[in-house]
């Protein structure tokens, strides 16, 4: 444990001490905002539902969560703290562990500053605050998710671009699998059981339960699952990949 | 050698078809200093790296205190200071969020942590510029920080890839005090390929080439091995020269005898003994026999860079 949270310190501190952070939240803030005032039609819709705002975070995460991933594995093996990491009294788990959580801790201080969001709400009509909990905890979830697939991806290289364009490809993939683009090649060559799993790690359709208020134990359990393996995978690859 | 901290026993490392390091063996006792020498590419740091668990060996085995490093390798860890080649370091911290990053890691909080750090800091003189951004540093305070987080815990065994490569020679001789100070009750590694640091801080060598180790003994005995141990080299006018080249080589215990260097009006000769032999007394008699001024008479203690030189190629 105290290895975790040596590690997530570090690395949460490390996302403050660029201006990485503050330019991944302020154009987060900027571009839900703006996607559900002009995009979503917030306004025009009537509802004192946060269904507009939500509807875009899978489409945002594509490609900031990736981001946010990217530096995670990439610039340790760029500049060989790699090394000193793992010559540090630290399991691999730990610090797979420790970076996941920092990466997936800072990306909920961002939803977290998208409260106005909620206030409007709020202020303007009676919503429903449990779907809104809901849809919350959607989001965050997914963004974990995303943050699991891009730190593989990370792991991977020790070129940050590369890690940002293969999380963001293997994310498009997760996110796209319940829609044709990805299923149709697939259809015929594989049984239709194969193809109903495919489409079953559709994040979207996930996030569309968990946006109307539906949390159902498959899609927290999906949710979390592919967090989980994501981050065994994670671990592998840094066990196995240590040097170049 | 006092009690055996760092065993090495057939240690080999491949990458596919390459093979980096093969059977590599060799133990450091407490309160050694082992120069760990060879050509770069020759396998210095992946023998390190397998030491200190950063990548595992493909063969053989390694043990630190009696833990061995693939199946325990948090016991290694806890028991190595380890500065890495280049001694890479997290840029965007400070000097002190960065030690006392380590200093958690290693178990100390709270007072423990900071009496810790402010020891680090202490040997090697980084307090003034605790509160920088390291990748704000010159290369010798970077070089410094890698070192103080490698003590930090007070390790009882040292690992250091080429701890002085790259700093000015007030630097150097810095890192070589403090290596020495710390030499009386550890075990302590350090990877090189300058000579001269060999001399200066190292109680024992071993030499290693294309992965395999060709030499392992005190920096004396590597001397030894040298065509210039015990040769007498002498300075003296030109016109002697022929007269001593003559008087010497018939001496027993002398291997041959040439001029090495001319300049104006005065050459230099070398006398180079059989097998190591003495042959000062020899052939000072010859030179008081020879009645011309002699400016300058020496005793080699042998070269090590051509002991390296021809370990390490095959050649001299």
């Not at chain 1, 705002?53 to 990736?66: E, G, I, N």
């Not at chain 1, 800072?106 to 919503?127: C, K, R």
């Not at chain 2, 085995?61 to 997290?90: H, M, N, Q, T, W």
């Not at chain 2, 920088?132 to 305070?141: A, E, N």
């Amino acid at each position: 444990m105290r290895g975790i949270w040596v590690v997530f310190k570090r690395e949460l501190a490390a996302y403050f001490a660029t201006p990485l952070a503050y330019v991944f939240i302020v154009i987060y803030l900027a571009l839900a905002g703006a996607l559900t005032f002009y995009v979503g039609g917030f306004f025009e819709r009537g509802q004192a539902d946060l269904e507009p705002f939500f509807v875009f975070h899978p489409w945002l995460y594509l490609f900031l969560v990736p981001a946010i991933a990217m530096r995670l594995w990439a610039e340790e093996r760029r500049t060989g703290t790699l090394e000193l990491l793992m010559t540090l009294p630290l399991t691999t788990g730990q610090a797979v562990l420790g970076k996941f959580l920092a990466a997936w801790v800072f990306t909920g201080i961002a939803l977290a500053l998208t409260f106005p969001m909620w206030l409007t709400v709020e202020y303007l009509g009676d919503p429903d605050n449990g779907v809104i909990a809901a849809g919350y905890l959607g989001s965050w979830l997914m963004a974990g998710a995303f943050i699991a697939i891009g730190a593989c991806a990370s792991a991977l290289t020790k070129n940050q671009v590369i890690a940002f364009v293969l999380g963001a490809a293997a994310s498009f993939v997760f996110l796209m699998s319940g829609v044709d683009l990805v299923l149709a090649p697939l259809r015929g060559l594989v049984s239709p059981l194969v193809l109903d799993l495919v489409a079953s790690f559709s994040f979207i359709s996930h996030f569309q339960l968990l946006m109307k208020g539906i949390v159902s134990l498959s899609t927290l359990v999906f949710l979390v699952a592919v967090m989980v393996v994501g981050l065994v995978v994670n671990s592998l690859i840094v066990e196995l990949k240590k040097v170049g | 050698m006092q009690r055996e901290m760092v065993v090495l026993d057939r240690l080999s490392k491949r990458f596919g078809p390459v093979v980096a390091v093969e059977e590599v063996s060799f133990r450091v006792g407490s309160g050694e200093v082992l120069g760990f020498l060879g050509p770069n590419g020759a396998g210095k740091t992946t023998t390190m790296r397998m030491l200190t668990g950063f990548v595992p060996p493909t063969s053989g085995r390694a043990s630190v205190l009696g833990f061995d490093v693939v199946a325990s390798p948090l016991e290694v860890k806890r028991r190595i200071g380890y500065l890495p080649e280049g001694a890479p370091l997290y840029g965007d911290m400070t000097v002190q969020g960065f030690l006392r990053f380590v200093a958690e890691v290693r178990g100390f909080s709270g007072r423990e942590r900071e009496r810790r750090v402010a020891e680090a800091v202490e040997r090697t003189a980084l307090k003034e510029v605790l509160p920088q951004p390291i990748d704000t540093l010159s290369k010798g305070f970077k070089r410094r920080v890698g070192i103080a987080q490698a003590i930090l815990h007070d390790p009882p065994v040292l690992v250091m890839d080429e701890p002085t490569d790259g700093l000015d020679p007030n630097q150097k001789y810095e890192v070589r005090r403090l290596i020495r100070d710390m030499a009386a009750d550890k075990a302590i590694i350090i990877s090189t390929h300058i000579l001269e640091e060999v001399e200066a801080v190292c109680s024992r060598a071993v030499i290693i080439a294309r992965g395999r180790v060709v030499a392992d003994e005190t920096p004396d005995a590597l001397r030894r091995r040298s065509r210039w141990h015990n040769a007498v080299r002498i300075t003296l006018d030109r016109q002697g020269v022929e007269r001593l080249l003559e008087g010497v080589r018939g001496l027993a215990g002398v291997a041959a005898a040439e001029v090495i260097r001319e300049t104006d009006g005065l050459a230099e000769v070398a006398v180079f003994a059989r097998n190591g032999d003495d042959i000062l007394g020899a052939v000072r008699a010859r030179l008081e026999a020879l009645a011309s001024p002699v400016r300058e008479v020496t005793v080699e203690r042998g070269r090590l860079d051509e002991v390296f030189r021809e370990l390490t190629t095959g050649r001299t």
